[in-house]
């Protein structure tokens, strides 16, 4: 059995909001409080393939479990397994663009690590995530700050790192801003399992043809009913591309009805559809890595 790990939910105009966390064989409660994020953004998608729910949120508190450390120079927050698991294996979290600072991104790496993985979260933002910005935030102006030149040497240097202490195999899981360095090491094949949820950045269909042809870890997608960066159409591409058998190593896409983009990191627990999105997407995503990491 799965540990969901939801320990926080915050809505929006909620000041004493209940948080439900798995703790063995049973769901618990407790109250809590928290904000929304949220911030300003004046266009619905840009050029960087992002849209405005890229940007905002609800921010889930709780106390982290995990811990930093420098991993081949690069900071990292780690989750891991309080018994035994396999060491040669490690799961790699990309972050959203709230990177390290957002709790909530923390609490998920301790979700996958209760569930028995190492888990290990680059700081693919180099200590320049978004965090709270008004109206005039230039959001094209920090995404070129933050191409693929700014996050390869991070991803680079942590992978090779972790090969000298004896880990051999690869999950990755890349939570919209982070689906890009997910699919990098996939089509590298440095990784050996890829999940997304509601990911950005990603061309369509190029990178999932690449995908197909380069790539051999199987791929989950984790999708939603509204999202701009990666809408309807572009979801029902990649199964054309990869559906159906089409891609060997293993390919799953999941729809989950009434969710926004950032349901699986950012989503407002009160609303039972997307406390129910991100509660599947995340045993979901621990199921595809039980059976194919």
Request: with cysteine; glycine share 10%.
């Amino acid at each position: 059995m799965y540990s969901a790990g939801i320990r926080t939910s915050f809505a929006i105009g909620l000041s004493n909001a209940k948080c439900y966390y798995y703790h063995s064989t049973r769901w618990c409660h407790k109250n809590v409080t928290g904000r929304v994020l949220s911030i300003p953004i004046n266009t619905a998608c840009n050029s960087q393939g992002t849209c405005d729910d890229c940007f905002k949120g609800v921010r889930h508190e709780g106390e982290p479990e995990g811990k930093f450390e420098e991993i081949g120079g690069f900071k990292c927050y780690v989750g891991t397994p309080a018994g035994d698991y396999p060491k040669d294996k490690v799961v790699l979290f990309f972050t959203d663009v709230f990177g390290l600072k957002l709790n909530n991104n923390l609490l998920l790496v301790d979700d996958f690590a209760r569930n028995g993985f190492k888990t290990i979260a680059p700081d693919i933002l180099n200590d320049d995530p978004i965090i709270e910005m008004g109206a005039s935030f230039d959001r094209d102006a920090w995404f070129v700050k933050h191409g693929r030149d700014s996050w390869i040497p991070v991803v680079d240097g942590v992978v090779e790192a972790l090969k000298t202490r004896g880990v051999t195999r690869f999950g990755t899981t890349g939570y919209c801003f982070g689906a890009p360095p997910a699919f990098y090491l996939a089509l590298k094949n440095e990784s050996h399992v890829t999940v997304l949820a509601h990911p950005s950045r990603l061309e369509v269909p190029g990178d999932f043809e690449r995908y197909k042809a380069e790539s051999k870890a199987p791929l989950l997608i984790n999708s939603c009913e509204v999202d701009r960066a990666f809408p309807q159409e572009s979801q029902a591409i990649a199964d054309q591309v990869l559906g159906d058998g089409k891609f060997t190593p293993g390919y799953e896409r999941l729809y989950w009805k009434g969710c926004t983009h950032g349901f699986a990191v950012r989503g407002d627990l009160s609303d039972p559809k997307i406390k129910a999105g991100k509660e599947g997407a995340f045993e979901a995503s621990v199921k595809f890595y039980k059976k194919y990491l």
